[in-house]
């Protein structure tokens, strides 16, 4: 595994460095922002950990940026930010996890072997959310075994929620996400939401596609 640690704290960045290494991992430590910024757009690593405080680019603006480039890998937070608005801010720019500082090393050895394993599955060629099928390889979606008929940009949308399963995606997100670049309006991904519940939960007794008001979506097999 190659796990990227943007952490300007030396002890911590040593201390951390030596618990992965012995796991078995290749570790890369930048202690600036922009280097680690840098090394998180132009290398393929498996895990990033990034703090917040960082001298030249803080990690707020390097999440930011790295999930609109559609950097993938997850990516646990750093800091010693302990305000509930800090940890909605990680999640809603695209953070999977967040440690608050001080912690215990082994609990992030912990964390990162918890989304490492997600991701793994995310990754796979079908994922499996209760009886929710997407076949990535061949864009068939399926539920109780029906198969349902989506247009490229609802699968898209789709393919976006489930990757990131149990994580909340605010509208913003979702945009970058499956838009890219194309114009998109406010109300748009709402819209799709829409219809994409029609076909996706309508049908079914159990909802997978919940709303959370102020924030975004989510898909998730609990209510």
């Known amino acids: 595994m190659k796990i990227l640690l943007v952490e300007d704290e030396r002890p911590l960045a040593v201390a951390v460095t030596r618990l992965l290494t012995d796991v078995g991992w290749h570790l890369t430590w930048e202690g600036d922002g922009v280097k680690g910024c840098l090394a998180a757009m132009q290398e393929d690593f498996d895990l990033v950990i990034l703090d917040v405080m960082l001298p030249s680019k803080n990690g707020w603006d390097i999440l930011a940026e790295l999930r609109a480039a559609r950097r993938t890998m997850p990516i646990l937070m750093l800091t010693a930010l302990e305000e509930t608005e800090d940890k909605v801010k990680g999640l809603e720019l695209g953070a999977d996890d967040y440690l608050p500082k001080p912690f215990e090393v082994t609990e992030l050895v912990a964390r990162a072997k918890a989304l490492l394993r997600r991701d793994k599955v995310n990754k796979g060629l079908v994922v499996r959310i209760a009886d929710l099928e997407i076949d990535r390889k061949s864009r068939h979606v399926t539920r109780g075994g029906k198969l349902i008929g989506l247009t490229r940009r609802e699968y898209d949308l789709l393919e976006a929620l489930a990757s990131n399963e149990g994580r909340v995606l605010s509208r913003e997100t979702i945009q970058e996400r499956v838009w890219t670049d194309e114009e998109s309006f406010s109300n748009t991904v709402d819209v799709f939401i829409g219809t994409l519940r029609k076909k996706i939960d309508a049908p079914?007794?159990?909802?997978?596609?919940?709303?959370?008001?102020?924030?975004?979506?989510?898909?998730?097999?609990?209510a």
Do not use: A, C, N, P
């Open 204 to 222: 079914f007794d159990k909802k997978l596609i919940h709303t959370v008001h102020g924030f975004g979506y989510v898909l998730k097999s609990e």
